[in-house]
């Protein structure tokens, strides 16, 4: 029996009729989209379920009623749900602990909605259950809520390395998003979570979609896996900063009860104990820019645990919050307004807390680490603030290139590097800006369609070497050329471009050719 806090139980051996009724009633993404259209979806996504009810309101087939009470939270009659659930039944459902009886109707107890996404392996499905959310309770959440597919986990699933593993690690698994996406690579999954009610939800949903390779542990961060190697590790901890105060809320699937962005340090610096050699770990996190010294900014000091834990590391920053903005963000996350008295004494405490450390932003970002199999060669921080979008799904795949990019370029001496032959990547372009009445440009801007959509500055020399670059002569040859085009040394036109053709390679904008 898994154990679904003060709601009830859900009994495992539901799970396999639960799943032949969701299948059988077209319980999918797609289904959905096709019953209330595209801006009830947007709407949803917003908050706003009143568009996809309506859409819904008057239908009555499995698959509207499984969205009515399962994903929207509304009740619904108990024989329109006997109906949809044949095999399980209504009784089956409340016995399982996925809906509770009152009189006539059924009153959803979880949410349970169906997942798509595609990754190297091809398209996926399954359906997630996870806690009501607040539109379903109509108030703030309880503190060991557990939280479904957000944002945030999409994000990670997108940047996670393609590829086979043997063993991977799912530290705060939630609901287990991360664990089910890792054991499509991996032969087996540690999934760990401090919360007994997120393993419950976790073990759950692997046994809804037929998943038997993920072992789950109960603990606190590494606790659980002491002693233990993974060649993968996946994380999105509880990072976010909160006062630690006890008039505010602590929630298990946010907080990680440290103070500050001590939660994301103590994630890098384990790390460097549980991976395996050539192991990688990705998390996300947040990190505090402090006032004071240089080494006060949160990318610096990020990568400095990196550091100090031998690992290579690379940190993207990809958006930077004030404090004001950041406490309005998780009170509002809370289920709290930040207009109610209530909300203003929490957004207070937050910025007495980040007062009391000197704290003047938030980054947010990503967090991509190696452990060496001989000396350090990865060494990045950057902020990049182009939007992902729909890119983000393809970002895993992308990181695995431009660290193969990496391994090989860091191999090669510059003499080495200049006997190359390179590519531009299809997806680049150049921008060139013009003063008025002036031939040559001012600005020359190299733009990335995909990956991390980098925008690259570049001088007349690196852009002719970059556009020359056709997988057919090698860079010394090209580097030569331009320079007598422009008239300069072919040696020092070479020394000021080899470093930035290197960038280039790791971002992906510019690729070793097939040999």
């Known amino acids: 029996m898994v154990r679904v806090g003060t709601l009830g139980v859900i009994d495992l051996s539901a799970a396999a009729p639960l799943a032949h009724d969701l299948a059988a009633a077209r319980y999918t993404v797609e289904r959905l989209r096709v019953l209330w259209g595209d801006e009830a979806g947007a709407a949803l996504e917003r908050g706003n379920r009143i568009p996809a009810l309506r859409a819904l309101e008057r239908r009555d087939d499995p698959a509207a009623t499984l969205a009515t009470v399962l994903l929207l939270g509304i009740p619904v009659p108990v024989d329109r749900l006997e109906a949809a659930l044949p095999t399980l039944g209504a009784t089956g459902a409340a016995r399982a602990g996925l809906v509770v009886r009152d009189g006539d109707l059924a009153r959803p107890t979880i949410d349970l909605r169906p997942y798509a996404f595609v990754d190297s392996q091809g398209a996926g499905a399954w359906w997630i259950a996870s806690d009501l959310g607040e539109l379903a309770t109509g108030g703030a959440l309880r503190t060991d809520h557990v939280l479904g597919v957000g944002g945030a986990s999409i994000t990670l699933s997108g940047l996670l390395l393609p590829g086979p593993a043997g063993v991977a690690l799912d530290l705060g698994t939630g609901c287990g998003i991360q664990s089910l996406h890792l054991a499509r690579e991996a032969e087996r999954v540690v999934a760990t979570d401090i919360s007994p009610r997120a393993l419950d939800f976790a073990r759950f949903n692997a046994a809804l979609n037929g998943v038997d390779t993920i072992e789950f542990r109960l603990g606190s961060l590494f606790e659980p896996v002491a002693g233990e ?6 994380s999105n901890p509880p990072f976010v900063i909160t006062p630690r105060r006890d008039d505010v809320p602590a929630y298990e699937y946010r907080d990680g009860g440290l ?37 006060s900014v949160g990318l610096d000091r990020a990568l400095g645990w990196a550091d100090d834990a031998g690992l290579d590391a690379w ?13 309005e963000t998780w009170v509002r996350d809370g289920g709290t307004r930040v207009d ?5 004494a929490l957004v207070g405490a ?5 007062a009391a450390r000197g704290v003047v932003g938030i980054g947010v970002g990503y967090v991509l680490l190696r452990r060496p199999e001989g000396p350090r060669t990865l060494r990045r921080a950057e902020r990049l603030d182009a939007p992902i ?24 001496t510059d003499d080495a590097l200049a006997e190359a032959v390179l590519a531009v990547a299809p997806d680049v372009t150049e921008e060139r800006s013009h003063w008025p009445g002036e031939e040559h440009p001012s600005v020359l801007v190299l733009r990335q369609g995909g990956g991390l959509r980098r925008e690259v500055r570049a001088d007349p020399g ?15 040859v090209i580097v030569a050329a331009v320079a007598e085009l422009l008239e300069v040394d072919a040696a020092a036109l070479s020394a000021a471009v080899l470093p930035a053709v290197r960038e280039l390679l790791v971002s992906g904008m510019l690729r070793f050719a097939a040999s």
């Open 229 to 234: 190697r993974f060649d993968r590790i996946a």
């Open 259 to 295: 103070v500050g962005d001590a939660i994301v340090e103590a994630m890098v610096r384990g790390a460097a104990e549980h991976l395996a050699p050539g192991g990688v770990a990705q998390l996300l996190g947040n990190w505090e820019d402090r006032s004071g010294p240089p080494a």
């Open 315 to 327: 940190i993207v920053q990809r958006d930077r919050l004030d404090p004001a903005h950041y406490a």
């Open 340 to 344: 109610t008295p209530e909300g203003a």
């Open 350 to 354: 937050w910025l007495d807390d980040f």
């Open 389 to 412: 979008g729909d890119a983000a799904a393809g970002l895993g795949a992308h990181l695995a290139g431009a660290l193969a990019a990496h391994d090989r370029a860091a191999a090669l």
């Open 462 to 476: 690196l852009a002719a070497i970059v556009g020359a670059c056709d997988g057919d002569l090698p860079l010394r």
